[in-house]
Structures are given as structure tokens and as C-alpha cells.
């Protein structure tokens, strides 16, 4: 499969990297306005090649280089800096977005192409990049909350001592400050959380959980102001993706598409099935008032913010 990246600074880099690793892309092409940075890209992840697969990886200057391409993922623009939120984003990547999306959609097959968004903020650029393609909803996925989802897990496998891999919790609404944890779905193993907490002994009290809660909204901060930006994890949930979608996997990922439409289309992360035509359906996990409030307030962010930039 070919598979084209967009924007190639330390997010694209990574992302090149993590989906070369996956072993499923014949060929990947790399696209950055600053040329010579995607042709450094493409000769260091060319030379890492020789100790993994055999990938063709080829920086291109035009974007008809894409043509032939299944997934087009789309990581260019403006990042956060020590102290801005990804809203402080919006106005600049909504141009960055308005820029890429029609020279791709010139040069893409509009039956088959699946759009990767991974530029912030995130569920607002997945609504304008769909409006902009007119491609059907299922098709524009970003990678909403799969790295938040990751991150709660991975605090809960420290706190509960057990394997991420058997974490089932979910954080759902934006990819941003107003996300929310689904506390009321949190499965371990087979046994729902509160269930598992009593029969192990383990405390979760209110405080801990906001303080959990806390923790994961400022994750991306704390790693910005250590590294100046965050890029493994947010590639891994991408290369996730892409496995899922090549392999039509049908697994359940918190992805952002657009819901409704008109007045009504709104961005989200909730929990969605993803196979080889992207979002194949939406379920709605169990959810206690204050959660359900929570993720309404997440929505109506997220749309304030679009209709801001609309
Ligand atoms: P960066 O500054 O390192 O790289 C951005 C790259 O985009 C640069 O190479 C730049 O030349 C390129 N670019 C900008 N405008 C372009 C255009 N119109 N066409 C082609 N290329 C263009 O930034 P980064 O750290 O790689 O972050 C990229 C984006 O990913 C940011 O918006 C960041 O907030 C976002 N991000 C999202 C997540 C997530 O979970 N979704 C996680 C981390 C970062």
C-alpha cells in the first residue's frame, strides 16, 4: 500500500517511522513545504530501512507524487509551545489545513482515500478537513483521544499494578483540555472498575480519580515543556491506525470523524469501530450524569471553536 505523510517536523518524522515499522506500506511518500527537510526525512528513514523492511520512502516537492496513495496522513502545522493550549492553534493550522486538504484531494482516488488527521486542534481541523474534501464522514479520522485513552492507561496500570494490555478505559470528547474520563465503562480484565478496586483492595477514591483526570490533560504540557514537543506516542497511535485500517482489523479505537451534519456536525472521540473503509460505527458507552455532562460541554467546545473559524 502507498501511503503519503504530510508534514515531516518531529510528529510526521515519527509518524514516518512508526508506520515504516508496521511493515504493511509498500511505499511512502513524504511532503513538507520546507523541501529539504522532507528529503532529510526520507534519506535517514531510507538508510533505517536496511535493518527493517524494504520500504520505497521518496520526498516529493509536488503532491501529484502522491497519486496513487490509500492514506494520506496529514501532520504539518504549527505545534504548541511551552504554555499554549492546542486551541491557541486554531487559526494558523485551520490555514494549514485550508492549504493541504484541496491539493490532496486533486490527486487522491475520492472513492478509496482514508485522510489521517493528526494536526491540533484536533477535532476542529477533522471538521474542516471533511467540509473541505467532501469525502464521507467514516473516511476523515483523526486520532482524537487513542493517545489520551493511552495515557490514562498507562496511569492506571501503574496505580492498579496490571498490564495496559488489560485496561479497557476510555477518555471520549475533545482532544484537548475539555476531554473527560468514562469512568463508568472502565473495565479490567472482565471486571468493572469499581468491582475490581473492592475485590483487590484497592482504593480509587474521587480524589485520586481527578487527580488521574488531572494528570492526563496535562500530560502533553509536562512533555512539551521537557522535550519542546511530543512525538512517540502520538505516532504509535498512528501506526495503531494504520494496522487497523490496512489489516481491517474492526477494532474499537476513541477516533475523532464528524457526527451529524450542518448546524449539527460535530468532531468528537468517542469509542468507534475502524476497519479498511475507516469508521464502520459508534457505540455509546455507559455513562453516569456527570459524565454525560461532561462530554456535552467537551462538544459544545469543540463546535464553538469551528463555527469561530467557519
Ligand atoms: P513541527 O513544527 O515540528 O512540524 C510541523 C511541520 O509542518 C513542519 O515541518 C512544517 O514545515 C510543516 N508544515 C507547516 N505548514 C505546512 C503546509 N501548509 N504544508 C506542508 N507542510 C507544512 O510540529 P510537530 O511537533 O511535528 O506537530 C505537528 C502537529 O501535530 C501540530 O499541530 C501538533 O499540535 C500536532 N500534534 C498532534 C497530536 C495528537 O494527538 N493529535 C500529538 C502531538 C502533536
Redesign the pocket.
Known amino acids: 500500500m502507498k501511503i503519503s505523510i ?7 518524522s515519527a509518524v514516518a517511522t512508526a508506520v515504516k515499522n508496521t511493515g504493511l506500506a509498500r511505499e511512502i511518500v513524504l ?4 523541501g529539504i ?1 522532507a528529503r532529510a526525512a526520507a534519506e535517514d528513514l531510507g538508510h533505517a530501512s536496511a535493518f527493517s523492511y524494504d520500504v520505497k520512502i521518496t520526498a516529493v516537492n509536488n503532491y501529484r507524487a502522491i497519486r496513487g496513495s490509500e492514506i494520506v496522513i496529514i ?6 509551545k511551552p504554555g499554549e493550549t ?1 486551541t491557541d ?1 486554531l487559526n494558523k ?1 485551520a490555514a ?1 489545513i485550508n ?2 486538504v484541496p491539493r490532496v484531494m486533486a490527486n487522491v482516488d475520492a472513492k478509496k482515500i482514508k485522510l489521517i488527521i ?3 486542534p ?1 477535532d476542529v481541523m477533522v471538521m474542516l478537513a471533511q467540509k473541505i474534501s467532501k469525502l464521507p464522514a467514516a473516511r476523515v479520522i483523526g ?1 482524537g483521544t487513542m ?1 489520551d485513552s493511552a495515557r490514562l492507561r498507562a496511569i492506571l496500570s501503574r496505580q492498579l499494578s496490571v498490564s495496559t494490555q488489560s485496561i479497557d478505559a476510555y477518555v471520549l470528547g475533545e ?1 484537548g483540555d475539555s476531554s473527560m474520563i468514562n469512568w463508568s465503562s472502565a473495565c479490567i480484565g472482565a471486571v468493572a472498575l469499581n468491582d475490581f478496586c473492592r475485590q483487590t483492595k484497592i482504593s480509587l477514591p474521587a480524589t485520586t480519580r481527578r487527580t488521574i483526570e488531572h494528570r492526563v490533560h496535562n500530560a502533553a504540557y509536562e512533555i512539551i515543556q521537557g522535550r519542546g ?3 512517540d506516542g ?1 505516532a504509535a ?1 498512528v501506526a495503531d491506525l494504520v494496522r487497523c485500517i490496512i489489516n481491517d482489523e474492526h477494532k474499537i479505537l476513541t477516533v475523532s470523524v464528524v457526527d451529524g451534519a450542518g448546524d449539527k456536525a460535530l468532531a468528537m472521540s468517542l469509542p468507534r469501530i475502524v476497519g479498511e473503509n475507516g469508521v464502520i460505527a459508534t457505540l455509546n458507552p455507559k455513562m453516569d450524569a456527570a459524565e454525560s455532562t461532561a462530554l456535552r460541554r467537551s462538544g459544545k467546545i469543540i463546535r464553538k471553536n469551528f463555527d469561530s473559524i467557519a
Open positions: 504530510i508534514g515531516l517536523g518531529s510528529v510526521g511532503f513538507d513545504r520546507d527537510r501532520a504539518a502545522g504549527a505545534n504548541q492546542r492553534l493550522n494549514v492549504d493541504i493528526v494536526t491540533n484536533l486520532t493517545l482532544h514537543a511530543t512525538w502520538i497511535a
